[in-house]
């Protein structure tokens, strides 16, 4: 079994300003070629630490993968902690420096030093071309001499070294296109890995675990691991075997039992989401959908949208806030709001016939509630939501509560269940 | 200097199935307590690298913050492998079975075993309690006897070991009520940190680069770095002194300098955002908008609303896929649907005028475009987006291409061009 490392180097990231989403879309897609990322570490922009994360991480896997660092700017250091890691110097690519110009459509000599840095690289590097941004990806095949990792001609090497850019479309573009076809050739899967997931939402983590207690403790292969989110449990298997039609046979009975397990909650699986399921589940049935949004303000939407083709599905929707919106987009009743409030069942439902009637859509959904942190009462506090339904058969109204969250949390869950109602109707339950 | 290293722990992040959205959120909580993040891995399920991590962790800091392994499933295994590293027994701890009860309201002899699982703790451990869900979190005061990190007293120990759930929410609970005023209270700061944010809009970070180059090579306190991400560039200033005082006084040149720098791009600094930047700007001049969106889905009125107090200022959006849905709630022609398409500048402008005029807003915002990943041509590719802004004024649109770029992030870059058109529209730019 190969082992990869992945390193992601820069303050920004242990001064928690951004979030590192590199690692997950990494691990993802080396996965199908049977590698394993057996562990991962985010250093600053400290050369010394860069160097010692370097040592640690050759010491630990046979391929290393690094993010960032690469930028023109002075904080940008990963070329150089590599170079002393291995000892060797730095050296000036002309190529380099050709691609970025022609990239920035300028002359190699009209380009500003700070581009000229990010063309220097380690001696004996090979460089990955990056088709969308300018800093180059770098592959450095390394092997042991002398207690020491050296750089080595490709064929000698047993180590093997990637530098790409922090931005993750750079990133995306050289791991898919330059790294991912190397590693494919150089290391032909030994083993398969295949991974299945089940996605269920509504049924506490407590009680799937329950279910798949006896799978978890059956064995290591498949690995059996759940995680919760959103109000989503997912049930994660991984199977390993020589070949991929064994991996997958291997999980055949775990999978049967992980359906039967989440049986009334379970909603998707693989790389699906609520929104994904959502979106098949009306296109399948040949519906359409329109919506009126108040307190999710058009997360429900923007979720749908987000998937190509939503729009044959969805006609249409309305962020509705205030009470004027309400009656003039989705005909609800002056006296509804009145008597019963805007956060009320009675509202729900007129949103959703409203909505409904108006984009001439099967289905009509609505979601109003209190997000917070203003806004609540005692009878109706914070984290209260309604949802409504509507189709030619009538409208149907649900209330949930989310106490203790916060706006974002209240919003996400808030989402999540008005997809899952949705989802349900379009299927007919 | 205070250091902390932290560790997040499940198979669910090697195999990138979650963002580990924790790291970051930790690291910004801990900066104002002068306490530095010199490091952070991401480590499986197995026991064995657990206690490993565990190991490197305690050599690398004096704090140790692990979220994730808490779990009542099989594959947590956290506290375990901190009893291990330490050389300790876990524990079953009544009061923590209480506690578990009491939440799930639930007698203790009635809860699932799996539920017993999380009350078995390093021996020596202190609870804190989880107000957000069932785990508890944990504090283990260390020090080193005979060359091995053991449980010690508090009032003897010289590293702290501190355990938190996975889940975001409860990690946060914890963190804060629990965590940070134990280590307020035992580190009082000997150094404060303070750190200042400045965001620009529209400028290449090499532009950027080369005129904050002096500053950053003047030295390391204040510490410049940049990032970019979905066209905003942010230049970062981290300064250390005695006092907060101090290091706010030692900033201001730099800060100067930043706001030079970034000027005719600078839209927010700290923790504003582009959309709380555009949402404060129409507040602050007591201006509505509506929006129409159409390859943006929602995303735009998704992330104002996000913000408490939005609804002062967002009277209503509308996501107008179809071109019925443009017509009808926007009043678009048409005529200027069939002579010009819907992702064209004449669209653009009736969307964002008809929009206007329906809610009574100050500002009409349109989105058209095309986000991909099929609906292009030669003459409108995927990328090519149109915005409108109307107010009483007129109409004004703006054309942008985002060549190369998937449907999300076509849908990111448009929606954050769609925000800085309004702000400065907002501030009569």
């Keep these: 079994m190969f082992t990869v490392f992945l390193l992601s180097i820069g303050d920004e ?55 960032g660092g690469l930028g023109p700017t002075d904080d940008d250091l990963t070329n150089e902690a590599l170079a002393k890691t291995l000892g060797c110097e730095l050296e000036f690519r002309n190529d380099v420096m050709e691609q970025m110009a022609a990239r920035l459509k300028r002359t190699v000599t009209s380009l500003p030093g700070s581009n000229r840095k990010q063309a220097m690289l380690p001696k004996g590097a090979q460089v990955l071309r990056n088709d969308w941004g300018t800093a180059p990806g770098v592959h450095v095949p390394v092997k042991l001499t002398e207690g020491a990792y050296q750089v080595a001609e490709v064929a000698a090497a047993t180590k093997h070294v990637f530098l790409t850019a922090g931005v993750p479309r ?70 390993s075997a020589p070949t991929e039609r064994e991996a997958l046979e291997l999980l055949q009975p775990c999978l049967a039992q992980t359906r ?29 959908v329109a919506i009126a949004e108040s307190c ?31 009656m003039r987009t989705c005909s609800v009743k002056a006296e509804t709001l009145a008597v019963h409030g ?12 409203g909505i409904r009637i ?28 309604y949802f409504g339904i509507a189709s030619i058969a ?21 989402a999540a269940q008005a997809l899952d109602f949705l989802r349900r109707t379009a299927i007919g339950e």
């Design 13 to 67: 990231l242990l001064l928690g300003e951004i979030v590192d989403t590199n690692k997950p879309f990494i691990a993802q897609r080396l996965m199908p070629l049977g590698l394993t990322v057996v562990g991962a570490e985010t250093v600053g922009d400290e050369i010394e630490d860069i160097v010692a994360a370097f040592q640690r991480a050759l010491k630990r896997a046979d391929i290393v993968i690094a993010t």
């Design 170 to 239: 750079e990133m995306k573009g050289i791991l898919t296109e330059r790294i991912v076809p190397f590693l494919e050739a150089h290391y032909p899967a030994a083993r398969a890995l295949v991974m299945k997931k089940c996605h269920a939402f509504g049924i506490p983590e407590s009680i799937v675990g329950e279910r798949i207690k006896p799978m978890m403790q059956a064995g290591h292969n498949p690995n059996v691991g759940t995680r919760v989110g959103g109000g989503v449990v997912t049930v994660r298997l991984v199977a």
């Design 260 to 288: 039967e397990a989440l049986r009334e909650g379970l909603f998707a699986e693989d790389d699906e989401t609520l929104a994904s399921a959502t979106l098949a589940a009306l296109l399948w049935n040949n519906k359409t």
């Design 296 to 326: 999710t303000g058009g997360l429900v939407s923007a979720m749908l949208t987000e998937i190509p083709g939503s729009s044959a599905a969805l006609l249409e929707c309305a962020v509705v806030y205030s009470n004027e919106a309400k």
């Design 342 to 353: 805007a956060v009320s069942a009675q509202t729900a439902a007129e949103l959703a016939s």
């Design 358 to 385: 108006r984009a001439k859509a099967d289905f009509g959904l609505s979601i109003t509630g209190i997000a917070g942190p203003e806004g609540g009462s005692e009878s109706k506090p914070v984290g209260l939501v």
């Design 394 to 414: 009538g409208v149907r109204t649900v209330e949930r509560n989310y106490p203790g969250l916060d706006r974002g949390m209240v919003r996400d869950r808030a």
